[in-house]
């Protein structure tokens, strides 16, 4: 789809959006002014499209640094009076975590939305946190959507009541929500307002003691308006398909029950809870007496269902709870509609079906996770190892970060031994070198450097680290779909802007062996980090090369592209190429003969520098 029309079309008119599109409408609808965000899937396309619409909507976008620089941004926008929406992925708001719990306490004047997507089983993320629990921390009201349309008028909604009640609202959506597809009604388009006005008082915005014995009991005031409104709004709501049972459900599981209650005719009262925090008490209670059982059904950690049996044990009211406590539904991972069937079926006497999904018999090739052909990143590690073997190191400690380059766990390289979250390879990466005697070299790339391993390089060297720190430089945020880093001369909204220097700010922290090699130079490279192993203290390698992509896309534009074979009058099958270098594009036939899959190679030709023989050449 054109994004341009997630802008364009006009009220009343329907477009087929997913859930992370349709909170970009939502957003417009809404007058936003300020949008921000440090990307990561779940929640990444909110920001490509932002990044092509900004300037056309009249809204300020940008791609932060990171997440916590995204909400303080976000943050002073609202209370400068501007409609401001912030939006990580699930993690993402463990790093922002800090600012927003006081966000919570000073609140806002222009409404703001804080947009965290959480990731049920794992599909893009290193541990599936439920970010509902955040809400509850920090004391901001949250909002569930279930789907595109939903996710669109929740927008709305939540910037309406976070004017309301001066506060910051979170919406959590999950995989599932934010990449499905739907179709979604739309509203009209308010212009933003483009400059705020930033009253100062001090009293209100500076959290000192005194100040913030004051704001935390004017939040608790607050959320009790919350929960009122919970109590009373259409959007929680409830569905009446007969009395054996009660569920009560949010988010994406929402939809597993309505199928699977509709499909089996599961006599049963469905609450939909899309306003869960302040857990509104007095409608849920209303909803308990009325039945013998209750099921809760919502993904990941037992939030909801522990509200629920509390407020059973405060009104003393006889009703059975189930759900993931008594084990009626998995604790973890994402919900399946057959998931919630068999849930159902334990609670119920009621007889179900089994899904019967559509079989193809059409086996689909095995897709590993890999490096892309003519990835920089393989010929760092392959320039690393070869210099680590060469100096015939052993237990060599590498400590890796978040991006593509995590692929170095994969064989033949498996340079990716400890990882906790963005930033922390230097971190621990330190952390190794002062318990233990082995060398240390720590993996990490341009975006995430800029993201959170800043203060890691300024811990390892202040504090006497030894270790080697190369840092990737792709030229992009890879990972996510190409948003820009700061070390690219362009931001969110395609304007040119200054260059950040990782050389620069290495050599300004104090780091006294910097250099800077292109990785496609094998021998070069090899060389560059044998030295930089031979360091005492801190010595950073910047490995630059654009990524792959960029390299594809520029070639793509000048319709200019050279691929590469292998001579196989040259070609001994020593299998380097096959067992040490690994580009996708090589493959061996059947008879053993090598060969590279010219619409797999891209062209790159480090190859040529790895085959002892010279066998590969340019295709002619
Ligand atoms: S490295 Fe060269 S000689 Fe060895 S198998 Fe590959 S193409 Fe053949
Ligand atoms: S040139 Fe060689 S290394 Fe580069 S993509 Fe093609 S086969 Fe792979």
Redesign the pocket.
């Known amino acids: 789809m054109n994004v341009e029309k997630i802008l364009l079309e006009e009220e009343g008119r329907k477009l087929f959006l997913l859930g992370n599109e349709a909170a970009v409408r939502g957003a417009l609808e809404s007058g936003v002014s300020f949008a921000s965000t440090y990307p990561g899937t779940p929640s990444s396309e909110i920001g490509n499209v932002f990044s092509k619409l900004a300037k056309k909507a009249g809204v300020y976008f940008e791609f932060s640094t990171n997440e916590k620089v995204a909400l303080e941004g976000s943050a002073a926008a609202a209370a400068a009076g501007l409609r401001s929406f912030v939006f990580m992925k699930h993690v993402g708001l463990n790093v922002a975590a800090d600012s927003f719990m006081s966000t919570a306490y000073i609140g806002v004047n222009g409404g703001m939305i804080i947009l965290t997507a959480d990731d049920p089983s794992m599909y893009s993320s290193q541990n599936e946190q439920d970010n509902r629990i955040y809400a509850r921390l920090a004391g901001v009201p949250l909002l569930e959507p279930s789907n595109p349309q939903e996710v669109k008028d929740l927008m709305k909604f939540g910037f309406e009541l976070s004017e309301q009640v001066k506060l910051p609202v979170l919406m959590r959506t999950t995989t599932r929500v934010s990449h499905m597809r739907g179709i979604v009604k739309l509203g009209k388009i308010q212009f933003p307002v483009s400059k705020g006005f930033f009253k100062k008082e001090p009293n209100k915005y500076v959290p000192v003691p005194a100040n913030a014995r004051r704001m935390h009991k004017e939040m608790r005031e607050k959320l009790e308006k919350v929960e009122e409104i919970a109590n009373a709004t259409e959007i929680n709501k409830s569905y009446d398909f007969g009395d054996e049972l009660g569920i009560i459900t949010s988010g994406g599981a929402f939809n597993y029950v309505m199928d699977v209650v509709r499909e089996n005719n599961i006599p049963a009262k469905v609450l939909k809870l899309t306003l869960t925090y302040p857990f509104p008490e007095v409608l849920v209670k209303d909803f308990i007496s009325k039945v013998s059982k209750v099921l809760i059904i919502e993904e990941v950690e037992p939030v909801m269902e522990q509200e629920v049996l509390s407020i059973a044990g405060k009104y003393k009211i006889p009703v059975d709870i189930h759900g993931k406590l008594d084990s009626s539904l998995p604790r973890i991972y994402e919900y399946t509609p057959d998931i919630v069937r068999e849930g159902i079926e334990k609670v119920v006497s009621h007889k179900t079906e089994k899904r019967r999904y559509f079989k193809t018999n059409v086996t689909l090739p095995v897709r590993p996770p890999i490096l892309c ?2 990835c920089p990143h ?1 010929a760092t590690y392959f320039a690393v190892k070869k210099a680590v073997e060469k100096l015939n190191l052993k237990n060599v400690i590498f400590p890796t970060d978040i991006g593509c380059y995590t692929l170095g766990i994969q064989p033949p390289y498996e340079m990716a031994d400890y990882l906790l979250s963005m930033g922390s390879s230097i971190g621990t990466g330190a952390g190794f070198s002062h318990a233990t005697n082995q060398k240390v070299v720590s993996f990490i790339g341009d975006s995430t450097f800029f993201h959170a391993g800043l203060p890691g390089l300024v811990n390892a060297v202040h504090n006497k680290a030894n270790l080697l720190v190369v840092i990737m430089d792709n030229r992009t945020t890879a990972m996510t779909g190409r948003q820009p880093s700061p070390s690219e001369p362009i931001n969110g909204m395609g304007e040119e802007v200054p260059e950040i220097s990782i050389e620069n700010v290495v050599k300004g922290i104090g780091v006294k062996f910097v250099e800077t090699v292109d990785p496609y130079n094998l021998k070069k490279a090899e060389d560059t980090f044998e030295r930089a192993l031979k360091e005492e203290g801190v010595s950073v390698v910047i490995s630059k090369h654009p990524c792959a992509l960029i390299t594809d896309s520029e070639k793509r534009k000048r319709n200019f592209w050279v ?2 074979t292998i001579n196989q009058e040259k070609c001994t099958k020593c299998m380097i190429c096959i067992n040490e ?1 690994t ?4 493959y061996v036939e059947k008879d053993g003969t090598v060969k ?1 899959d010219p619409l ?9 520098q790895v085959c002892p023989e010279n066998a ?1 050449e340019v295709r002619k």
């Open positions: 052909p003519g393989r691929t590469f270098w580009c996708p594009a090589f590279i797999i190679c891209d062209g790159c030709g480090v190859c040529t590969i």
